[in-house]
């Protein structure tokens, strides 16, 4: 009965271990199975069992989501649960989320999914989405990273536009690298299309590989009079088994300078 599935969780395998650049036998060795075992599980010439899904699934970082798919072309159930965050089972997460995004004021903080839409945020972030020219990108679905470099969101108002662009571009390009997702890849090619600013020349050339490389990339937002600098820090659950819960990323900002935490303070109260 599995048959007809062996060549395609073969191939999906074959795909991942490309994908992270590893030869047969560097998968071999970090999964301790031989090089001709996965040889034959990769032709189809053999059926992988459902822990062999899951060892190779591990040793090659494939996402939550991505394991359930390579279970059912191997013939069997999914393992990974997918819940909506407002389920009963994922309370206790629920109550964590809240308690940050909460605990986090004055200052922003939001949660995105793994296509980087909104899915909460705390008091500190309204001011900020008030900014929006075009209020057609803040209707839900909200994308972040679409509300943050089109030219009718946040980009006019981001004072280090370029070096900000750079960032999230190589953030972005990072994440299609570790997941593969067509999503990502259309969201990318769609930022690129949003116009680029030019700015002056400066000693030597600023690269994506600069921007992945940079230790904090500030974001630079003008608001009113004042230029709120503020320096963001990525927050993901451990061990997570939850499909909805493996995707999802807290985004928190905390003010660079005095006087950017000083204007968030005024504007809390």
Same mark, same amino acid.
């Given at each position: 009965?599995?048959?007809?599935?062996?060549?395609?969780?073969?191939?999906?395998?074959?795909?991942?271990?490309?994908?992270?650049?590893?030869?047969?036998?560097?998968?071999?060795?970090?999964?301790?199975?031989?090089?001709?075992?996965?040889?034959?599980?990769?032709?189809?010439?053999?059926?992988?069992?459902?822990?062999?899904?899951?060892?190779?699934?591990?040793?090659?970082?494939?996402?939550?989501?991505?394991?359930?798919?390579?279970?059912?072309?191997?013939?069997?159930?999914?393992?990974?649960?997918? !819940? /909506?965050?407002? %389920? =009963?089972? &994922?309370?206790?997460?629920? @109550?964590?989320?809240?308690?940050?995004?909460?605990?986090? $004021? #004055?200052?922003?903080?939001?949660?995105?999914?793994?296509?980087?839409?909104?899915?909460?945020?705390?008091?500190?972030?309204?001011?900020?989405?008030?900014?929006?020219?075009?209020?057609?990108?803040?209707?839900?679905?909200?994308?972040?990273?679409?509300?943050?470099?089109?030219?009718?969101?946040?980009?006019?108002?981001?004072?280090?536009?370029?070096?900000?662009?750079?960032?999230?571009?190589?953030?972005?390009?990072?994440?299609? !690298? /570790?997941?593969? %997702? =067509?999503? &990502?890849?259309?969201?990318? @090619?769609?930022?690129?299309?949003?116009?680029?600013?030019? $700015? #002056?020349?400066?000693?030597?050339?600023?690269?994506?590989?600069?921007?992945?490389?940079?230790?904090?990339?500030?974001?630079?937002?003008?608001?009113?009079?004042?230029?709120?600098?503020?320096?963001?820090?990525?927050?993901?659950?451990?061990?997570?088994?939850?499909?909805?819960?493996?995707?999802?990323?807290?985004?928190?900002?905390?003010?660079?300078?005095?006087?950017?935490?000083?204007?968030?303070?005024?504007?809390?109260?």
């Amino acid at each position: 009965m599995n048959k007809h599935h062996q060549p395609m969780v073969g191939s999906l395998i074959r795909d991942w271990r490309q994908l992270r650049r590893l030869s047969q036998l560097d998968l071999a060795l970090e999964a301790e199975i031989s090089q001709k075992h996965l040889s034959f599980l990769e032709s189809g010439r053999s059926q992988p069992s459902r822990d062999m899904v899951l060892l190779l699934c591990e040793h090659l970082g494939v996402p939550l989501r991505e394991r359930n798919a390579l279970l059912l072309a191997a013939g069997y159930a999914p393992v990974y649960l997918e !819940r /909506a965050l407002e %389920d =009963p089972g &994922l309370q206790a997460a629920k @109550a964590a989320i809240d308690l940050v995004l909460k605990g986090h $004021e #004055p200052y922003p903080a939001l949660a995105v999914d793994r296509h980087w839409t909104l899915l909460a945020a705390n008091a500190a972030v309204a001011p900020l989405l008030g900014l929006v020219a075009d209020t057609d990108l803040l209707r839900p679905p909200v994308n972040v990273l679409r509300l943050s470099l089109h030219p009718a969101g946040l980009a006019p108002l981001i004072v280090n536009l370029g070096e900000w662009r750079m960032h999230l571009l190589a953030r972005l390009r990072q994440q299609i !690298r /570790a997941t593969a %997702d =067509p999503v &990502l890849a259309d969201l990318l @090619a769609e930022l690129l299309t949003y116009p680029a600013p030019v $700015e #002056p020349a400066r000693k030597g050339h600023a690269s994506e590989v600069d921007a992945e490389a940079a230790i904090v990339v500030p974001l630079r937002l003008q608001l009113g009079e004042t230029v709120l600098s503020l320096i963001s820090t990525t927050t993901v659950f451990g061990t997570p088994v939850d499909i909805t819960l493996s995707e999802l990323a807290l985004e928190t900002f905390f003010p660079a300078d005095a006087a950017t935490g000083e204007a968030l303070r005024a504007m809390a109260a």
